[in-house]
């Protein structure tokens, strides 16, 4: 079975996420969002805040392990605050050359590092040697900055620093999000590598991570956007490749999924930021469910929770067939 891991979408795939996540199954890893390092040594909650896991072995409430993942541009620092994580409880530690966000890039973080595999090489190298040789050391890159030009430089500069695996997003920076994922470029850079090569992007179904696997040659993949869009897809990849029967989950049972979601969220948030989060979510949801796309209309403008809970009743003797054939 090809090992599925759940992506580090950062301000969007929080603990909670991937307590949720994790306990629908399927997935096998998690990464976290990136915890910034620049030139001082980060005090141990903060670790602790970004990935509370660290707390349950590094586990999930449902088992799944989770890997703490650093961004920043030097290697000092990064190795540092490496050790430091693994001193507050990591036991598996990703660095982060992908993110393409403006202000990260603006910072010397993320995928503009990719500009000079000599200083991905150099921060990957600092942290292995500053951390136990059981504590794998995993990296995140995309296809280049602004051209998919010298991945197969970075993929191998990864690999000579002594990361265990390496995820490549198959688009540049200057690529965002927009499809094609350029998979076929993985292919050449797991060619290439002696370690585990992951594939990410444009991976929203079965087909989807059916063609990944042809163009790319990785039976495994990171799922981000797509597993937020259909949250059971990490099991109805595993249930098509074993050749199992299996029932996708209905609209009922993700509404039922947001909801617990906003119970968990509203104790962090104003009564009139409480729902924020879950319609962040159905933005992606609405991809794969028509009815999320309804529900998104309903309640985008809402802030009071009684009123958003009233919505979710509603759901509930809307499409109460759906709950009748799922159950029996």
């Given amino acids: 079975m090809p090992h599925l891991q759940l992506a580090p979408m950062e301000g969007v795939v929080d603990h909670q996420v991937r307590d949720l996540m994790t306990r629908i199954g399927g997935i096998d890893g998690c990464v976290t969002e990136f915890v910034r390092v620049v030139e001082q040594r980060l005090p141990r909650r903060v670790f602790h805040r970004l990935a509370p896991e660290l707390g349950n072995n590094c586990l999930t409430p449902a088992g799944t392990p989770v890997k703490l993942q650093l961004l920043g541009g030097q290697p000092a620092p990064m190795a540092d605050n490496a050790a430091r994580a693994v001193i507050a409880g990591a036991n598996a530690i990703d660095l982060n050359f992908g993110c393409p966000a403006k202000t990260v890039n603006k910072s010397d973080g993320g995928a503009c590092l990719l500009r000079q595999p000599e200083r991905v ?128 989950m209905g609209w009922l049972e993700v509404c ?50 009684d009123i958003l809970n009233a919505h979710f009743d509603a759901q509930q003797s809307i499409h109460p067939r759906r709950a009748i054939e799922r159950s029996a």
Avoid at 149 to 163: P, R, T, W
Avoid at 263 to 286: E, H, S
Avoid at 289 to 305: G, T
């Fill in 256 to 305: 039922t999924l947001l909801r617990h979601y906003f119970d968990l969220c509203r104790p962090n948030y104003p009564d009139k930021f409480a729902g924020n989060r879950i319609k962040q979510w159905l933005v992606y949801l609405r991809r794969q469910y028509s009815e999320a796309d309804q529900f998104f209309e309903l309640i985008k403008r809402v802030q009071q929770p």
């Fill in 121 to 248: 090489y150099a921060i990957i190298k600092a942290v292995r040697d500053a951390v136990p040789n059981s504590v794998p050391v995993s990296a995140k890159i995309r296809l280049g900055f602004e051209a998919r030009d010298n991945y197969l430089e970075n993929a191998h500069a990864v690999a000579d620093a002594g990361a265990s695996s390496l995820v490549v997003h198959a688009r540049s920076k200057a690529d965002g999000y927009r499809p094609p994922a350029y998979w076929e470029c993985i292919g050449e850079i797991n060619q290439q590598l002696n370690i585990p090569v992951i594939a990410n992007g444009e991976i929203w179904s079965v087909e989807d991570y059916l063609r990944c696997r042809e163009r790319s040659g990785c039976d495994n993949v990171m799922l981000g956007r797509g597993l937020l869009a259909c949250p059971d897809l990490a099991l109805q990849i595993k249930a098509h490749l074993a050749g199992t029967a299996y029932t996708p």
